[in-house]
């Protein structure tokens, strides 16, 4: 394997607390040297990054995959390579698949088609119950020596209290997080967008910021029970943000992720019954937006990730009612986010950091920096670079996307995987 | 006004300037004129209801499709009716409400029916905004016979139209909606109407049939009052329109049940002198008696339940006529 060189890149690890321009030096698939300026050997792949942001490949704890039973929305060869070109190198998938992967030789069937089929890393979430019924726990413990990074019902909530009580006291001896889906489901019925004048206007069920927030205290208070690690999925409103606040300034384990549309996008957007803009949890307000976003900032949220929701034209093509729930994400992630940034919401080091470093934190730290010796998975993007979003144009099969047309400034320009280019956008590499 | 000679076929292209559009779905996006022009057309409409022989050629020749996917007796009976004064063919379709989620998926369903030959497609649909889901992909004109709780614009259109007939006006009555409001489109329709067009409109309701956010959406609904206590709703009203009350609504768990409905919020005689002496009492129908409204309200002097169905037809005649007419533009 040649040397890779990335030169006179602004690298931004947040990891190491890194943040300067200089040279990345890459051999053999690991981080050799980072920061001082690397002078080329013959034969060395050379990457000129002048003006652009070089950064530990993203990793995204959420996304949904589809395969194995929906691979008419995504199938790992896809959706792996849409998230190349988003900037991820590891992506963790849910287990909502069908069959769900519930048990040892599907998970091991999904790290098989990831090895043979994938484009990047990918790492899967086996279910908390059996069938995602919230009946009886599934096989944690042999999934769990099978590498699934955590366990999730994604998609539903562990309804029953006692049994998510059973999940987390399992897991604690495994060293995985319970990722839970709050929202519930009784508070939540029928639910279509959130609740409001918004769902008033159109005669749809509203889903009140009150079904996820309890669901999100009773978990919080389960895992002061029993001392294991929650992490909560897409948080979506601000008394979500405070109850986990309040959980970590007592030291309760729990972590915390929030989706890009949570943070750019308001409920205004579902107007017109505009199918592309229904997701799970529904988008929200101005007020729950700019709470996340102060949690971002005060380490109350941990973690950006996608909540990638592919699927095809006809589950979105139909009756607001009837269409799927989820958003196209891998492809826009980037340029969505980046307009935070632009607007001095968020600093750029903090974003990269909820995309490596937070994520990796929670992954044991494998993953997610530019820390010498370790694989070499590199994002290179374009901060300022424009570009209109055509969703014609995602890898991903899933072209749902409530940003369609919409421009967007930021754009990944290139992304490396164990030393090798997964995805190239428009630089020149000689 | 539009006299009635002017109703024949080519004199449609005279609305031109106000009436711009090619399909009914929602009253929400309606201009002020545009619906005087609904209220000028109704008029000649019932008009030519009044002659010895009702009907005039100004559909002739045109297909008229009702696609009722929930059952429904005076809407679907009054599009038919609409539609056969005007000399239209009118093909009646029941869809399954199973098929609306699984199987052939509503486009192709309409692109169907518009292969069979229909100019104009009224349908009827349990999903809130199925309409604007369809209307992108249908040539055929589309009118919204009701959709989830979304929208019945004919409705309010008819509504109004009574209020007007019987009051002579809308600006500064005040109208008084009770009952499940949260999950009528009945109501949702006539909140956009009347509050369009002057109307100071109070919705009443047990608190778990209110829909969220009404008190705050004044620059939606200017001057809209959200009330609990139907004492207070009615006092002074000038309309009273109570809405259906779903036998559901008692087995989800959103009311303890009927008696404890009826004791807060049906129009009896003691809640009606609370109202105007000339105030009047409306029911979109179908009409459970001696629930939302008692036998001798519904039958007496102020009601004007009938009106309301006699004033659909001419109603939906009229939609039909102007509808055809943006068709030949």
């Known amino acids: ?430 | 006004m539009i006299r009635s000679e002017q109703i024949e076929p080519c004199a449609a292209a005279e609305h031109s300037g106000a009436w711009a559009r090619r399909h009914v779905l929602d009253i929400e996006d309606f201009s002020v004129p545009e619906i005087e022009l609904v209220m000028q057309t109704t008029s000649a409409m019932k008009e030519i209801l009044s002659r010895p022989l009702k009907k005039v050629p100004a559909l002739r020749g045109k297909t008229v499709v009702t696609l009722f996917y929930e059952a429904s007796t005076r809407t679907r009976g009054s599009f038919e009716m609409a539609a056969k004064h005007l000399s239209a063919d009118v093909v009646n379709m029941t869809a399954q409400a199973s098929s609306v989620t699984k199987g052939e998926s509503l486009i192709n369903t309409l692109n169907t029916i518009e292969a069979i030959g229909a100019d104009i497609i009224i349908m009827r649909h349990p999903l809130s905004g199925a309409h604007y889901c369809a209307a992108p992909h249908v040539k055929a004109n589309l009118v919204n016979a009701g959709d989830g709780w979304h929208a019945h614009p004919t409705q309010a259109l008819l509504d109004l139209y009574t209020i007007l007939n019987r009051k002579g006006r809308i600006a500064g009555l005040k109208v008084v909606i009770v009952g499940d409001v949260k999950h009528s489109r009945v109501a949702h329709s006539n909140i956009w109407c009347l509050t369009k067009m002057g109307a100071n409109v109070v919705v009443c309701g047990p608190p778990t049939l209110l829909p969220e956010g009404l008190k705050t959406a004044q620059l939606l609904f200017p001057g809209i009052g959200v009330e609990t206590n139907i004492e207070k709703a009615v006092k002074d009203a000038d309309v009273v329109m109570e809405l259906r009350l779903q036998k559901e609504r008692m087995q989800s768990g959103l009311l303890p049940g009927l008696r404890d409905f009826i004791a807060g919020y049906q129009l009896d005689s003691k809640r009606l002198a609370l109202t105007k002496p000339d105030s009047i009492v409306m029911h979109p129908g179908p009409v459970n008696e001696d629930v939302e409204l008692a036998a001798d309200v519904l039958h007496g002097g102020r009601s004007v339940v009938n009106d309301q169905v006699t004033n659909g037809v001419a109603v939906r005649m009229a939609i039909l006529y102007l509808l055809a007419g943006s068709r030949e533009q």
């Open chain 1, 1 to 430: 394997m040649k040397d890779l060189i990335v030169k006179n890149g602004r690298i931004i690890d947040p990891a190491n607390n890194f943040d300067a321009v200089g040279d990345i030096l890459v051999r053999d698939g690991v981080v050799k040297q980072v920061g001082t300026t690397v002078s080329a050997g013959p034969g060395s792949e050379i990457i000129d990054a002048r003006g652009k942001v070089v950064c530990p490949g993203f990793v995204d704890l959420h996304c949904h995959l589809r395969q194995p039973g929906y691979e008419a929305k995504e199938t790992i060869a896809t959706g792996t390579r849409a998230a190349a070109k988003g900037g991820f190198t590891t992506i963790c998938c849910m287990p909502n698949t069908n069959p769900p992967l519930d048990n040892l030789p599907l998970v091991e069937f999904v790290k098989s088609l990831a090895e043979k089929e994938g484009a990047i890393r990918v790492l899967p979430i086996g279910c908390i119950t059996r069938g995602r019924k919230g009946e009886e726990l599934s096989d944690m413990a042999e999934m769990s020596g099978a590498g699934v990074i955590g366990f999730s019902d994604d998609g539903n909530y562990v309804k029953n209290a006692r049994l998510m009580k059973c999940a987390m006291e399992y897991s604690q001896p495994l060293g995985l997080p319970i990722i839970e889906h709050c929202e519930d489901p009784d508070l939540a019925i029928d639910g279509q967008m959130n609740e409001g004048i918004i769902a008033t206007r159109l005669g749809l069920c509203g889903i009140p910021n009150a079904a996820e927030e309890v669901a999100v205290a009773r978990d919080i208070l389960l895992a002061q029970l029993t001392g294991a690690h929650l992490h909560i999925a897409h948080l979506s409103t601000k008394g979500s943000v405070e109850l986990l606040r309040w959980a970590k300034q007592r030291d309760i384990r729990v972590t915390g992720e929030v989706a890009p549309h949570h943070l750019t996008l308001t409920e205004e957007r579902v107007l017109g019954y505009n199918t592309a803009a229904k997701v799970n949890p529904p988008l929200r307000t101005k007020t729950d937006i700019e709470a996340l976003i102060d949690g971002l900032n005060d380490g109350t949220i941990d973690i950006i990730a996608t909540d990638h929701a592919p699927h095809s034209l006809n589950d979105k093509l139909c009756e607001f009612g009837a269409a799927a729930s989820g958003i196209s994400g891998f492809e826009t992630m980037l340029g969505s986010l980046m307009n935070l940034v632009a607007t001095g919401k968020i600093t750029l080091p903090l974003l990269i950091a909820k995309l490596t470093s937070g994520p990796g934190r929670l992954l044991g730290g494998r993953f997610g920096s530019l820390t010498p010796g370790a694989t070499a998975d590199i994002t290179i993007f374009d901060p300022g670079a424009e570009w209109t979003v055509d969703s014609g144009k995602f890898i991903s099969k899933g072209k749902n996307t409530p940003l369609q047309g919409e421009t967007l400034k930021g754009k990944v320009i290139l992304t490396v995987f164990g030393g090798a280019v997964v995805f190239t956008d428009d630089v020149k590499t000689p």
